[in-house]
T-cell receptor
Framework: NAGVTQTPKFRVLKTGQSMTLLCAQD?????MYWYRQDPGMGLRLIHY???????AKGEVPDGYNVSRLKKQNFLLGLESAAPSQTSVYFC????????????FGSGTQLSVL | GQNIDQPTEMTATEGAIVQINCTYQ??????LFWYQQHAGEAPTFLSY??LDGLEEKGRFSSFLSRSKGYSYLLLKELQMKDSASYLC??????????WGAGTKLIIKP
């Protein structure tokens, strides 16, 4: 009954450091997403994937890279972290696009100093 | 541009009824979602409306008027555990979700 699992839950980086967030889902979903959530703003889509081996840019892709080498995993990378990337990051998955509901991971609180 | 508007914060009393409104402006429209998000947790799905009208699910109901670009979430018999943020999200013509900033609902005993 794991659903969508995100690691780590908390991370502190210094400006310029790199890191990777891992998202894993066990529901055999085709679609996976990375969002960021900032106070006073709606969820913003960073990148998404419509299937294994595919990725696409969302609304705020700059400074982030993603990979979907296996259907169940979706990785989000920051090559050179900036304070503006301090946020809560959520991974989500869905069976298909459109009217299908999203299943979210528990989130990662990232602070960039 | 595309936009979702919902109140920032609302307060209600345990046992009462509360209505959370959401207005949207999108390029095309393919439905509207409501999600619940408790503090420090992930959003969880509540409802999806694509046709006009009211859909009831236990204590929660969701209403949609496509002609007015308007939706509301109605919560009845409020419980303390309903204290959370409620996120409204509209699906545009490209099947991209446009999210509101969320309404923080505070329930008082």
């Amino acid at each position: 009954n794991a659903g969508v699992t995100q690691t780590p839950k908390f991370r502190v980086l210094k400006t310029g450091q790199s890191m990777t967030l891992l998202c894993a889902q066990d529901m055999n979903h085709e679609y996976m997403y990375w969002y960021r959530q900032d106070p006073g703003m709606g969820l913003r889509l960073i990148h998404y994937s419509v299937g294994e081996g595919t990725t696409a840019k969302g609304e705020v892709p700059d400074g982030y890279n993603v990979s979907r080498l296996k259907k169940q995993n979706f990785l989000l990378g920051l090559e050179s972290a900036a304070p503006s990337q301090t946020s809560v990051y959520f991974c989500a998955s869905s069976r298909s696009e459109g009217s299908e509901k999203l299943f979210f991971g528990s989130g990662t609180q990232l602070s960039v100093l | 541009g595309q936009n979702i508007d919902q109140p920032t914060e609302m307060t209600a009393t345990e046992g009462a009824i509360v209505q959370i409104n959401c207005t949207y402006q999108t390029s095309g429209f393919n439905g509207l979602f409501w999600y619940q998000q408790h503090a420090g947790e992930a959003p969880t799905f509540l409802s999806y409306n694509v046709l006009d009208g009211l859909e009831e699910k236990g204590r929660f109901s969701s209403f949609l008027s496509r002609s007015k670009g308007y939706s509301y979430l109605l919560l009845k018999e409020l419980q303390m555990k309903d204290s959370a943020s409620y996120l409204c999200a509209a699906l545009d013509s490209n099947y991209q979700l446009i999210w509101g900033a969320g309404t923080k609902l505070i329930i008082k005993p």
